[in-house]
């Protein structure tokens, strides 16, 4: 995977206050499942992984419960059937107890060390919500043109009904501050998560940022999931959550975040205590 040296963080901003939720929905990613969370676990701040296992068939859920027993993993939600990406992440998104919650794709696509920076607009009181765009100039694989046309025919539609000026709204790396995130009524199963979360973001007001990440694309050889039956979903979604669904409330961040006012921590960040497994349905 190509590695990118991120900025250094803002010493003065209160990353010892601040716990991040990192959910990550797993579906047959026995190759690259471990590797993912090694590199999360590296990033220095105080974290908790939740993983929910969407119905994998290729040994990932055993490797998974493994990961767990060595903490690696604080909470492990097992869907019994594959469910769909918006299903796993709305099941992690609802457990999630921190701060901040990112979404983190179990492959090698995203690079984790970027945490820090995506999070520094919210640290800052800037943003309630961080997207990481894959087309704002970071280092990237040359890769699937007619893919990228789609990403950004359907950015370039999603900004249309949105009123946002958006490069990449079909990126994994969306970070939002968690009770804005579980105040949304999100109901896709499948891809249309990503318009369909951009849109309630965009309807509550939120103040939106974008950042360039690096982006290590698969290809289908190499277990890339999402096809043009996807794309043509995706069109569907935008008009569906931006046209024809009640919108969501407009918020308001509260004018003291918790991490401001939580006491800091001592030595080096901690991560939030391992939870117990529990299969459930998506």
């Known amino acids: 995977m190509l590695?990118?040296?991120?900025?250094?963080?803002?010493?003065?901003?209160?990353?010892?206050?601040?716990?991040?939720?990192?959910?990550?929905?797993?579906?047959?990613?026995v190759a690259t499942a471990e590797h993912l969370l090694r590199r999360v676990r590296a990033v220095p701040l105080r974290m908790e992984v939740i993983v929910v296992d969407d119905g994998s068939?290729?040994?990932?859920?055993?490797?998974?419960r493994r990961l767990e027993t060595e903490g690696l993993i604080d909470l492990l939600i097992l869907h019994e059937r594959n469910a769909g990406k918006g299903a796993a992440l709305r099941t992690g998104f609802a457990r999630a107890t921190g701060d901040v919650v990112v979404v983190?794709?179990?492959?090698?696509?995203?690079?984790?060390?970027?945490?820090?920076v995506l999070l520094e607009p919210i640290l800052k009181g800037e943003a309630d919500a961080v997207y990481g765009s894959r087309f704002l100039g970071g280092p990237h694989r040359v890769?699937?043109?007619?893919?990228?046309?789609?990403?950004?025919?359907?950015?370039?539609?999603?900004?249309?009904?949105?009123?946002l000026n958006l490069?990449?709204?079909?990126?994994?790396?969306?970070?939002?501050?968690?009770?804005?995130?579980?105040?949304?009524?999100?109901?896709?199963?499948?891809?249309?998560?990503?318009?369909?979360l951009t849109a309630r973001l965009a309807q509550t007001g939120a103040r939106i940022y974008e950042l360039p990440v690096s982006y290590h694309g698969r290809s289908y050889a190499e277990g890339k999931k999402i096809g043009w039956k996807d794309g043509v979903?995706?069109?569907?979604?935008?008009?569906?959550?931006?046209?024809?669904?009640?919108?969501?409330?407009?918020?308001?961040?509260?004018?003291?975040?918790?991490?401001?006012t939580r006491e800091a921590s001592r030595g080096a960040p901690a991560r939030s205590q391992g939870h117990t497994a529990s299969p459930e349905r998506g």
């Open 143 to 163: 890769l699937l043109f007619w893919h990228s046309v789609g990403n950004r025919f359907l950015t370039l539609l999603s900004n249309m009904f949105t009123d």
């Open 167 to 196: 490069t990449d709204m079909e990126t994994c790396y969306k970070v939002v501050r968690r009770e804005l995130l579980q105040s949304l009524s999100l109901s896709a199963d499948r891809f249309g998560i990503e318009p369909e």
């Open 57 to 64: 068939t290729d040994g990932t859920r055993d490797l998974l």
């Open 233 to 260: 979903s995706a069109i569907w979604s935008i008009f569906k959550y931006n046209l024809l669904t009640p919108r969501a409330r407009a918020w308001a961040p509260p004018e003291r975040p918790a991490w401001i």
């Open 104 to 116: 983190q794709d179990a492959d090698l696509e995203y690079d984790p060390a970027e945490f820090p």
């Open 3 to 29: 590695e990118l040296h991120p900025p250094s963080p803002d010493p003065t901003l209160p990353w010892d206050r601040l716990v991040l939720s990192v959910v990550i929905p797993c579906y047959n990613e």
